[in-house]
């Protein structure tokens, strides 16, 4: 019984599922999926750091993953393997953007549908997806503004808590201060602010009314870091 299941195994390791004008057809309708995806990515997110190598990503994923599924097929051994190979892998990255997450996932959808063969629906599914995507961000879907951390300069004498309030009100639709600490020997404070602008004023004029409150010290205003 050992050898009977040793030989199967051996066999099933041995043996060739996919053809190669079957990986050479998944191959390059995933690469064609992925660059509808990448496409609706860069289309969608004309702020987003790192926006060329992520995108290149968006076309190889499905590609190597339609390749992978065709390699394995229905062999255990091979599904083995694989699982052993990525094991010793580490994946480092940096946090991103939520939405970078569901990209992944969409090539990933991609990937998977033209590894089984299911080219029409993977592209149907592509199509309807980007579709959505563009119409969404059109729509400006879940409110205008971008997070930014605003970091505040203040003397000592000036009192932090309500010093900006009346600017922030008025320039922002949302902000939160995260952390208050005391810079050069105590004598200067620094508060670190979230906060979104509303988009019918310029980052102009929210630092220069900022300005006329802390008495011309050091404002810094960036995007919102992880």
Excluded: W
Excluded at 9 to 30: Q, Y
Excluded at 142 to 163: H, R
Aim: charged share 15%.
């Amino acid at each position: 019984m050992l050898n009977s299941l040793t030989e199967s195994l051996t066999n099933a390791a041995t043996s060739t599922d996919a053809t190669t004008a079957g990986v050479i057809v998944a191959m390059c309708t995933a690469l064609g999926l992925g660059m509808m995806i990448a496409l609706c990515y860069l289309a969608t997110n004309k702020t987003a750091l790192n926006r060329r190598g992520f995108a290149l990503t968006l076309i190889m994923l499905p590609a190597i993953l339609s390749v992978i599924i065709l390699f394995i097929g229905g062999n255990v051994a091979r599904a083995f393997s694989l699982a052993g190979t990525l094991s010793i892998i580490r994946f480092r990255s940096a946090p991103g953007d939520a939405k970078d997450i569901g990209y992944i996932f969409f090539a990933t959808a991609a990937g998977l549908a033209c590894g089984v063969g299911m080219y029409a629906g993977g592209a149907a599914f592509v199509i309807v997806m980007s579709l959505i995507m563009f119409l969404l961000e059109k729509l400006n879907f879940g409110g205008s503004g971008t997070a930014k951390s605003l970091k505040v300069t203040i003397p000592e004498n000036l009192n932090y808590e309500d010093a900006f309030k009346d600017v922030l009100e008025k320039y922002t639709s949302h902000y939160k201060l995260n952390r208050i600490r005391t810079t050069d020997l105590g004598s200067l404070f620094e508060a670190n602010y979230q906060v979104t602008l509303k988009p019918e004023f310029t980052e102009k004029d929210f630092i220069d009314d900022l300005r006329v409150k802390n008495g011309n010290l050091s404002i810094v205003l960036t995007m919102q870091s992880e």
